[in-house]
């Protein structure tokens, strides 16, 4: 059973988030529709981040395992037919090993986040950006983002709802620059706690602000208390930008060692059942 790769850019204003829901239309029941549409398969997608309502993405990543061995730019075509009217488009189509996944495999997910910082309302950038009237500077908000780079507990800056077993995640770069009138925050790691970016961000506006320090930051993300955050950032100006892989070589050859470990940890109790 051939397994694709797929890069996905949306616009996550339409959509409940990225995992299919209930309650409303998902990028990921989307795709599935696609995929039912051009093959009459019925999937199950994977995909390497699960955005929440009205967050984007521009390099969202995904896995999809078809029945028939179709060629990668079949899929392509079909699925960005079949995509419309939704504003979901698969940017490319690779054909992967069978052990690759497009969230466990990752190596890093890098997020931007884009505050649009001036008097006037937005107009184009409505849904697609926060806006901010009060001047922000840019630079201060980048010397504070360092208090978060590194290997933390990010208690204070997870959703109080997270799933994620540990609060401890590396944060491996953090930059905030200002283009124009626009503060773009940018920031990378192998995985994020459940709203981490829009709580950090939310947190580096009251620096920008001028209101907090880079020492109140470091004393909020020492706290590990939810109460500690600043106001989280609204979901409008957030995006998956990338997702890091290794080559694929790499990955069969890890997944292998993996299943070998497994294999060989399963004869070992085995042979402790049996005893002497």
């Known amino acids: 059973m051939p397994r694709y790769k797929l890069t996905v850019d949306y616009d996550g204003r339409p ?7 209930d309650n409303g239309p998902s990028v990921q029941g989307v795709i599935e529709r696609a995929v039912k549409a051009f093959s009459g398969e019925t999937v199950t997608i994977g995909g390497a981040g699960r955005t929440d309502s009205g967050v984007h993405a521009t390099g969202q990543v995904a896995h999809l395992d078809l029945e028939k061995d179709w060629p990668a730019a079949t899929v392509l075509g079909a699925l960005n037919f079949h995509c419309l009217p939704d504003p979901v488009a698969i940017l490319a189509c690779e054909k992967m090993h069978e052990g690759f996944d497009a969230r466990f495999s990752a190596i890093c997910r890098h997020y931007r986040y884009r505050i649009v910082n001036r008097l006037a309302p937005l107009t184009h950038d409505l849904g697609l950006a926060w806006h901010v009237k009060k001047p922000l500077d840019a630079a201060a908000m980048h010397e504070a983002a360092q208090v978060f780079v590194g290997h933390h507990d990010f208690t204070t800056f997870r959703h109080s709802r997270c799933q994620a077993k540990s609060p401890w995640k590396t944060l491996e770069a953090f930059s905030v620059r200002r283009e124009g009138e626009s ?3 940018e920031c990378s790691s192998r995985s994020f706690l459940h709203n981490q970016v829009r709580s950090m961000v939310g947190t580096l506006r009251l620096v920008g602000e001028g209101r907090w320090g880079p020492g109140d930051v470091a004393k909020a993300l020492a706290a590990c208390n939810r109460e500690a955050c600043g106001p ?5 100006g957030l995006y998956l930008t990338q997702v890091d892989y290794r080559p694929a070589e790499e990955d069969a050859a890890s997944l292998a060692a993996y299943r070998a470990g497994l294999a060989e940890a399963a004869g070992e109790e085995a042979d402790e059942a049996v005893g002497d």
Not at 15 to 21: D, K, L
Not at 232 to 236: E, R
């Open 15 to 21: 959509f409940v988030g990225w995992q299919r829901q």
């Open 183 to 185: 503060i773009i925050a």
């Open 232 to 236: 989280v950032a609204p979901p409008d």
